[in-house]
């Protein structure tokens, strides 16, 4: 049987999420596309194993777990990214891999990502964009379409291998990937985005029809994993977990059916549920009680702008009844808000208004954004990076927001970003020749990166409690259970148990792995 490995692991910012200044954080979260992959690929007839948190193995332990697994019929190591690695982990990648590719020079190594910029650094012998599935299998069946990129090659599978939508996501563990209770999975209700969102730029958008899985194995694949495993949390990877109430109500059926209550995360589209007096009840039933919105805006100008036009005061209260609604029912809500800084129409007075209100009424809750970022090289990168369409029609002379500046006209270099109070990659990406020194009529780039400086020097980001998708890296451990972890915040959580906990956990996998 044909042999492969897939390394997976998530890298944390743990800046922001209140992790310490481990530059190497890990996530605990199990690598939902390599597992995804590697279940797809044994259905093919493959022998394939995931290697998980492999970013916490020293050279040492990388070497000796594949002199245990590499035989006569290995055929290639993958490397599955969810986004680009940085600092000291980015270092042992390229030294693992080089170190590989002397080692077994026969044996291909294959980066997967959602785009080719997130793997061009690693030394690979290809790599495979977007859902990539189909395009793994072609490359390695010598069918794949292959594109010479800045002399890398590359499969992008969502262009020349399409796997979205896709009927069958069910994703089968194995006993040597060694889960334990308080692991993380994720889950696929849908594969694929219904709509297009002009500053989103994710592949599979704007997609017709059906777009759901067979919510019959659904069932299944949660039942066998609690069954083996004790497993009980899921992380869902669905673009928007709410596009279509019928969706969620064959979900929240077969979850019904279960024999334990799920603690489930994930993208929810908060105008829908807002709108739609079912979404709540369905989510409710799925212990589907920790949300993350992409409301982008409180200013309902801009939001029409983007394509998500409802009425703010209509979204506010509604916002206030899920939040009721959820504690009344289920007796746990967490939600995470995300805006984007820049966008047209969008005053730094209106930005911050809605700041205070969101602040005023979920003291407890999560908030975060980011400036708008356009990709000035998108019309030439179009088929090989990610796209959204402001990227493709900002400077087209076309649009309201056809301006650009320069340093000149801000009166700024990025040498005088640290004493704004920025973050060191904001103003990194400020000298990222890919940004589009964008401007328009109230924001420009440069005021949108001082806005954000002064979201974190007036103290809005102070004592805010843990983002929903986040909530896993402190009850996978055991530091916290479903309970406490909502009453703590990124200020005052204990830093040291939790990073015991933590090493403790990885420890514990790579024991397994190591057969030690």
């Not at 910012?13 to 992959?37: E, F």
């Not at 050279?59 to 600092?87: D, H, M, W």
């Not at 395009?135 to 090659?153: C, D, P, R, V, W």
């Not at 003291?363 to 090289?377: G, R």
Request: hydrophobic share 35%; with cysteine.
């Amino acid at each position: 049987m044909k042999h492969g490995i897939i390394l997976g692991a998530l890298q944390s910012n743990p800046g922001w999420q209140g992790l310490g200044t481990d530059l190497n954080w890990i996530s605990l979260k199990r690598s939902g596309g390599a597992h995804k992959i590697a279940s797809f690929m044994r259905k093919e007839g493959w022998d394939i194993e995931v290697l998980d948190y492999w970013l916490t193995f020293t050279e040492e332990e990388f070497q000796l777990f594949c002199k245990q697994r590499i035989n006569a019929n290995t055929e290639f190591l993958g490397v599955s990214v969810t986004f680009g690695y940085k600092a000291q982990i980015l270092e042992l990648c390229i030294k693992n891999l080089e170190w590989f590719k002397k080692e077994y020079p026969d044996i291909t190594i294959i980066a997967g990502s959602k785009a080719i910029s997130d793997t061009m650094m690693l030394p690979c012998d290809y790599y495979v964009t977007g859902f990539g599935e189909f395009g793994l299998l072609h490359l390695l069946n010598g069918t794949a379409k292959i594109t010479e990129f800045m002399g890398k090659k590359v499969i992008n599978s969502d262009k020349d291998h399409p796997c979205f939508p896709q009927k069958d996501l069910q994703v089968r563990y194995e006993d040597r990937d060694h889960l334990q209770p308080t692991d993380n999975l994720t889950l696929e209700l849908s594969r694929g985005c219904k709509f297009k969102c002009k500053f989103c730029s994710y592949n599979a958008i704007g997609l017709k029809g059906d777009i759901d899985r067979d919510m019959d194995t659904l069932y299944a694949e949660m039942k066998e994993n609690y069954d083996r495993f004790g497993i009980t949390t899921y992380h869902i990877a669905d673009e928007t977990t709410n596009d279509s109430t019928e969706k969620i109500r064959k979900a929240a059926e077969q979850i019904k059916k279960l024999p334990f209550k799920p603690n489930l995360t994930g993208f929810i589209r908060a105008d829908l549920i807002v709108s739609r007096e079912d979404d709540k009840k369905y989510l409710a039933e799925m212990g589907f009680w920790a949300h993350y919105y992409g409301i982008e805006t409180y200013n309902e100008k801009a939001g029409r702008v983007i394509g998500k036009g409802m009425d703010r005061d209509r979204m506010k209260q509604g916002l206030i009844d899920i939040n009721d609604y959820f504690w009344k029912e289920v007796g746990r809500y967490r939600s995470s808000t995300s805006i984007i800084i820049g966008l047209p129409y969008e005053t730094e007075e209106s930005f911050f208004e809605g700041l205070d209100w969101h602040l005023e009424n979920f003291p407890k809750e999560n908030i975060t954004a980011f400036p708008l970022f356009i990709n000035k090289y998108a019309e030439y990168l179009g088929d090989l990076f990610a796209t959204s369409e402001f990227d493709m029609t900002w400077n087209d002379g076309k649009h309201f927001h056809d301006k650009l500046i320069t340093d000149e006209e801000v009166g700024a270099t990025p040498e005088v970003f640290p004493n704004t109070g920025l973050r060191p990659w904001l103003w990194g990406g400020y000298k990222n020749d890919a940004a589009l020194p964008w401007s328009h009529d109230t924001f420009n780039w440069w005021t949108a990166h001082t806005t954000y400086s002064q979201m974190w020097t007036r103290g809005y980001m102070a004592n805010r409690g843990l983002m929903s998708w986040d909530l896993f890296n402190y009850t996978a451990p055991g530091t916290y259970d479903w309970d406490s972890v909502l009453d703590i915040s990124y200020d005052n959580y204990d830093v040291e148990q939790l990073d015991k906990d933590t090493k403790l956990h990885i420890q514990k996998y790579k024991n397994s792995k190591l057969n030690v």
